[in-house]
């Protein structure tokens, strides 16, 4: 077994922990917004912030062994590269969707609070901010990894051997040859 | 300018549907013409010696990698970029 099989840069090759603690934030937010809660607001607001420092140590640990990258792409077949491509993809994905998700949840509670409890809205809006803080650099990362990858391996890819395009008319024939889409 | 097709990019590119695919020969005719045109994004990728990005929409790149022919460019493969891009 190759060592992307085993995980890239110490990425489990199932679920990311931290996209399962964002997954259950979303729904305590989905919650929060049925209320007008100060104290649940409070509470949810700490939570993601000891998330956050989970997030920040998780990461520091992947981009630690990400950085031997080269040597274990080097080491590994055009298989394993390419399943290890395809489940970051997918780990970016689900971490979009989650944060679609919760970006939708936090101006829900932030419209909310701006109406019915105006006191409440810093709460809201410091979910908001520590919901970006969470997300946005996991995905950075997963998406720097992946391109990294993809790299390492076109760089070793054999020479392209198909047909040359040399002007404007050459890809219009090119692309009406090809088989219609499935 | 010319660009040889990979095994690899073939192949992605018949997975691709439609509206995508044309999206690609769009971004590769723009290329032919004027490589540095600006919504093509063509630039080199940091700490890949002659590995280059071309850009066919917001969130999906082409790879190209230079030969030792300067106006030969091998298009090596494509796909999504940035997800991360696409929820800002």
């Known amino acids: 077994m190759g060592a992307l099989e085993m995980g890239i840069a110490g990425l489990p090759s199932a679920q990311v922990p931290s996209i399962r603690d964002m997954q259950a934030v979303a729904a305590s937010l989905a919650d929060a917004a049925l209320s007008d809660s100060a104290l649940q607001l409070r509470r949810i607001a700490a939570e993601m912030r000891l998330h956050v420092r989970d997030i920040e140590r998780e990461l520091a640990e992947h981009r630690r062994m990400a950085r031997s990258i080269r040597q274990i792409v080097a080491s590994s077949t055009d298989e394993e590269v390419d399943a290890a491509v395809d489940e970051l993809l997918r780990q970016e994905r689900m971490l979009r969707e989650a944060w679609e998700q919760t970006a939708r949840l936090c101006r829900r509670l932030e419209a909310k609070a701006r109406q019915l409890r105006p006191a409440t809205y810093p709460l809201a809006r410091q979910i908001t901010t520590t919901a970006e803080r969470w997300y946005r650099p996991y995905l950075q990362f997963l998406r720097d990894l992946r391109w990294e990858i993809m790299a390492l391996q076109t760089e070793r890819a054999p020479p392209a051997d198909g047909p040359v395009l040399a002007s404007s008319s050459d890809v219009g024939a090119y692309f009406r040859k090809l088989p219609q889409p499935s | ?88």
């Open chain 2, 1 to 88: 300018m010319r660009i040889r097709l990979s095994a690899r990019f073939e192949k992605e590119l018949r997975a691709l549907d439609g509206v995508q695919r044309e999206r690609v020969q769009r971004a590769l005719r723009q290329f032919l013409l004027e490589p540095r045109h600006p919504s093509l994004h063509f630039e080199k990728l940091r700490g890949h010696e002659g590995l280059y990005s071309l850009r066919y929409t917001r969130g999906d790149r082409i790879f190209l990698r230079a030969t030792s022919e300067a106006d030969l460019f091998e298009a090596q493969r494509l796909g999504p970029h940035d997800l991360y891009d696409r929820i800002k």
